[in-house]
């Protein structure tokens, strides 16, 4: 497919009115609509901006590609934009940028579309084609540039990109190989892998470049290759097959570098300064972190792993309630063994399983498969924790983000002193010496920290109960705050202890506090997801549906998976909202005689149908201000999971 076919005149605009990155991708968008390309305008807004997120798409020498595969997409098309002043799109050699490309594809773009917007990516490689199309007086002398540009090249055989196409091997005695990668698999890719060809011809520099695009690997190196090669260069946004690496000298950069520092990156692996890669997540120096992994990769692994718990665990629970708030009891008369059935499954295992998961996988992240065992058990601990001192008590989701990263580095620094070991040992390795070693540090360490906040607990209960006497408004603005600080932890423990032994001592408007504080964080998630899409991730906006119904059941779980994501922003925003509504129901003097339920036992509000109605505004108006405070601060240059 010729990439004329994708840009047109329709989607051309020689001189855009632009000032700035997001103004001149909103114009870029409404040509495309405009030419018919697209069918949500507003989603592929979104998508656009969530690549964006994930890196800048302005490579530097003045050029910019912002694209996205979206399903908002009608027909793939490439949109052209040109400032000629040029304006400040956050590139990565931090000068204006000029010519901006457009790439929408579907989602079910076919290998002929994926490989011309691909194409196009490395045409931009080529100094004497950004001039031409810089310097154009018409729409026509643009896709001419193009025209010219393919008939320059050999036209690929069916179903090859040209930047797939092995390159000739110069007779360098370096042997360097490559892999590139981006989360689209569209532009950066490719233009990293043609700047690395390029460079590396003009330096008589052998190399091989592998490509993962969105249409699969081209160019695949082969074991033999990987055997041979002096040093390897992964200029990768997302997951590549790194195994096979293993024991190899291997530089891991964002694939931006690799179009940005190309020489730099060459001249490292030519001179030997590649530190040795070892499949089991060690490297020999800190090149680790200059890779786009680090915490937040970690982090956003266990998120993405605990989400589906999170989500199929509240639901089920949700479900059990249309039998009776206490349906799952067997003493109750509500009792019904279906529902009973849905409340263990989704209360006793999945959301039992929640804070291990996203302990376990967070620690993986960090030392691959040995770290997800001690994980695991630190997670685990953190939500049964029996300490040392007998003491019942749990850190819930906090104390599992504790585990997790302790976990993982612990078993970094196993496997390092293992290391050492005699080769003859190397099997018994990930079997014995790891998991033994790694959970026993890690649980030691988990039992020592669990003990402190169960005191905590008790502490800040027996300070609730001395509360009694003062201004009920503080007391519910306290409550409420504490609901919502730690989602499940000793905090939210001991304010719903509270309520419950005031429940006990016949005083019900402590229980209507806690359990309308509880119900704000996830809806006011929930209400930013809808509110501000651009904040947050495909993903995310998708649990953000979900955790309206958490919400409104009352399971303030409902909100980790974006606590953890993003906790600077959204615990705050989540105190806040609580606070509020915490407030408000103590000062519309609200009793309520269920310990649980949320809208399921709104009718038994004591006072009638306008309690009830004081008792809802309280609960919209906490989520309000936690959704308007997140879209206020939660930045739209940060990635989610």
């Known amino acids: 497919m010729k990439i004329v076919e994708l840009l047109t005149e329709e989607t051309i605009l020689l001189d855009v009115d632009a000032t700035d990155k997001q103004s001149v991708i909103s114009e870029l968008i409404d040509q495309l609509d405009t030419a018919g390309k697209l069918n949500d305008k507003a989603g592929f807004m979104t998508d656009i901006l969530a690549r964006e997120e994930q890196s800048t798409t302005g490579i530097g020498d003045g050029i910019a590609i912002p694209h996205a595969k979206s399903a908002a997409v009608k027909a793939p098309a490439i949109a052209f934009g040109r400032s000629v002043e040029g304006l400040d799109y956050e590139s990565l050699d931090g000068q204006p940028a000029h010519l901006f490309f457009m790439i929408a594809a579907t989602d079910g773009a076919n290998d002929a579309h994926l490989e011309a917007l691909s194409r196009l990516a490395t045409f931009l490689m080529d100094e004497n084609f950004r001039n031409a199309v810089l310097h154009a007086k018409t729409k026509e002398e643009v896709i001419r540039a193009v025209n010219n540009k393919e008939a320059q090249l050999d036209e690929p055989e069916e179903g090859e990109a040209p930047q797939a196409e092995e390159k000739p091997v110069t007779s360098a005695s370096q042997k360097i190989l490559a892999v590139t990668a981006c989360p689209t698999g569209i532009a950066h890719t490719f233009m990293a892998a043609e700047k690395l060809n390029e460079t590396a011809k003009e330096m008589d520099i052998s190399i091989k470049v592998e490509t993962n695009g969105s249409s699969g690997v081209k160019n695949r190196l082969t074991a033999e290759e990987i055997a041979e090669a002096d040093a390897i260069i992964v200029a990768a946004d997302t997951k590549v097959e790194m195994a096979r690496f293993d024991g190899k000298p291997v530089i891991q950069i964002p694939v931006g570098k690799a179009i940005y520092e190309t020489e730099d990156m060459l001249n490292r692996a030519v001179n030997k300064e590649a530190p040795i890669y070892s499949h089991d997540g060690s490297k020999d120096d800190a090149e680790q972190g200059e890779s786009r992994s680090g915490f937040y990769k970690h982090l956003m692994n266990g998120v993405s792993n605990m ?201 019900f408007t402590f229980i209507a506090t806690v359990m309308a504080a509880g119900m704000v964080p996830p809806l006011g998630v929930a209400l930013a997801t809808t509110l501000f899409k651009n904040r947050f991730t495909k993903q995310e906006r998708e649990a953000g549906k979900t955790a309206y119904a958490l919400g409104a059941c009352f399971i303030t779980e409902g909100v980790i998976p974006f606590a953890a994501a993003d906790p600077a922003r959204i615990i705050p925003a989540s105190v806040a909202g609580a606070a509020v509504t915490g407030g408000l129901t103590m000062l519309f003097d609200i009793g309520l005689r269920a310990p649980h339920g949320g809208i399921f036992v709104m009718g038994l509000v004591e006072g009638g149908f306008t309690k009830v109605l004081l008792y809802a505004f309280a609960i919209i108006a906490g989520s309000i201000v936690t959704a308007l405070l997140i879209g206020l601060f939660k930045k739209k240059s940060e990635i989610a999971y």
């Open 307 to 507: 989400l589906p718990f999170v989500v199929g665990g509240g639901i089920l629970i949700a479900l059990s309630f249309f039998w009776g708030i206490e349906s799952s009891d067997p003493a109750s008369p509500e009792y019904n063994a279906f529902a009973a059935m849905l409340n263990t499954i989704g209360g006793g295992n999945a959301f039992f399983l929640m804070v291990p998961v996203l302990a376990g996988f967070i620690a993986s992240s960090i030392a691959d498969r040995p770290g997800f065992a001690p994980g695991m058990v630190g997670g685990l601990i953190a939500i049964t924790v029996t300490g040392v001192d007998g003491a019942d008590g749990g850190s819930g989701f906090l104390g599992g983000l504790i585990a997790g990263f302790l976990a993982g580095y612990v078993t970094l620094l196993v496997k390092q002193i293992f290391s050492k070991l005699p080769n003859s040992l190397e099997g018994l390795k990930p079997v014995l010496f790891f998991p033994v070693f790694s959970i026993a540090i890690t649980g030691i360490a988990m039992m020592l920290i669990n003990p402190p906040l169960t005191k905590i607990y008790t502490g800040m209960t027996a300070f609730l109960e001395g509360l009694g006497g003062t201004n009920v408004v503080l007391v519910g603005i306290i409550l409420g705050g504490m609901m919502a600080i730690d989602m499940g932890g000793p905090v939210n423990k001991a304010a719903y202890t509270f309520g419950i032994a005031m429940l006990d001592a016949q005083n």
